[in-house]
């Protein structure tokens, strides 16, 4: 199986920050990409941010020039820096990871628990 742990969330006030993490572990042979999604209630479920590879990037457009992703490629792990956070940032922010399994060279996807983050004054 493969876990991914968040961490990160919380409660911040609009313009404020936070940081994102997510580590993949596991049987893990290589994680090919990492994203981050979101869900606030009564939405679907929305892609934020998602890279490939060791660089190559996408982001919501809603958040383009506020959020950064990177990743640390040797442990699996990956960041969500947020800037100028908005109330309608406010949601459950789920890791996802796409990785190849040592068995196989089928790659799945797989979600951490989610983690919430709430702007608000």
């Known amino acids: 199986q493969v876990q991914l742990v968040e961490s990160g969330g919380g409660l911040v006030q609009p313009g404020g920050s936070l940081r994102l993490s997510c580590a993949a572990s596991?049987?893990?042979?290589?994680?090919?990409?990492m994203g981050w999604y979101r869900q606030a209630p009564g939405k679907q479920r929305e892609l934020v941010a998602r890279?490939?590879?060791?660089?190559?990037?996408n982001y919501l457009n809603s958040v383009k020039g506020r959020f950064t992703i990177s990743r640390d490629n040797a442990n699996n792990t990956v960041f969500l820096h947020m800037n100028s956070l908005k109330p309608e940032d406010t949601a459950v922010y789920y890791c996802?990871?796409?990785?190849?399994?040592?068995?196989?060279?089928?790659?799945?996807?797989?979600w951490g628990q989610g983690t919430q983050v709430t702007v608000s004054s």
């Open positions: 596991g049987n893990i042979f290589s994680v090919r990409a």
């Open positions: 890279i490939f590879g060791g660089s190559t990037t």
């Open positions: 996802t990871a796409n990785v190849r399994h040592r068995e196989t060279a089928a790659s799945y996807d797989y």
